[in-house]
């Protein structure tokens, strides 16, 4: 079984300020462990994604996300936040024995001049 | 790359009507996807397959869903009849192998 919490459902920042979007996962498998960001109206994009290689992922826009096994976390982070950051983003895990990808719930990020 | 392709991005229909949704993967994907979203449920996987055949169908309401994949490049997913709870947005995205999943920008369906 696998799971993920989102530890918040909503951030708010200034712009210019640093992101933390919080993510814990649960999983039998070794995981694979992505973000996804969804701006209103439209389709899910791959921020990022880890599968077993370097703790530290590196995404676009500017976004990484750390892995800790033991702390069983995957928080995304951004140094500086941007008016067009302003979206909902998804924490998503799948296991090493299927395909099956589990949602956390979204956090919606908000971005204030 | 064109990445996941999806028709049509809107369908209006009464209900009771059918209704059959597109998508043509990325190139090269062998794993293809189709989710639904809905503001009280979030994201839900209805079905999956790999190289063509159905790996898991478990999300999806048996009675009137049916997923097909007749080639490598294209999928559809049917709703007859259709409902008005059969309202959302249904995604179809693709992967290959361990990599990360790609979705399409999805088609909002409204029964009414």
């Known amino acids: 079984a696998q799971s993920v919490t989102q530890l918040d459902s909503h951030v708010s920042v200034s712009e210019g300020t640093p992101v933390l979007l919080r993510c814990n996962y649960s999983s039998s498998y070794s995981p694979s462990l992505f973000w996804y960001v969804q701006h209103p109206n439209k389709g899910l994009q791959l921020l990022l994604k880890y599968t077993s290689a370097a703790t530290l992922v590196k995404g676009i826009n500017g976004f990484e996300a750390e892995f800790k096994k033991s702390e069983t976390s995957f928080h995304l982070t951004k140094p500086s936040a941007h008016m067009s950051d302003a979206a909902e983003y998804f924490c998503v895990v799948s296991s090493s024995n299927d395909y099956k990808l589990s949602f956390g719930a979204g956090t919606t990020v908000t971005v204030r001049a | 790359d064109a990445g996941v392709i999806q028709s049509p991005r809107h369908e209006v229909t009464e209900m009771g009507q059918e209704v059959t949704l597109r998508c043509k993967p990325i190139?090269?994907?062998?794993?293809l996807f189709w989710y639904r979203q809905t503001m009280m449920q979030g994201l839900e996987l209805l079905v999956y397959f790999n190289n063509k055949a159905v790996m898991d169908d478990s999300g999806m309401p048996k009675d009137r869903f049916s997923a097909k994949m007749p080639n490598a490049s294209f999928s559809t997913l049917k709703i007859q009849p259709s409902e008005p709870r059969d309202s959302a947005v249904y995604f179809c995205?693709?992967?290959?192998?361990?990599?990360?999943?790609?979705f399409g920008p999805g088609t909002r369906l409204t029964v009414t």
């Open positions: 995205a693709s992967s290959l192998a361990r990599g990360g999943v790609y």
């Open positions: 190139s090269g994907h062998d794993y």
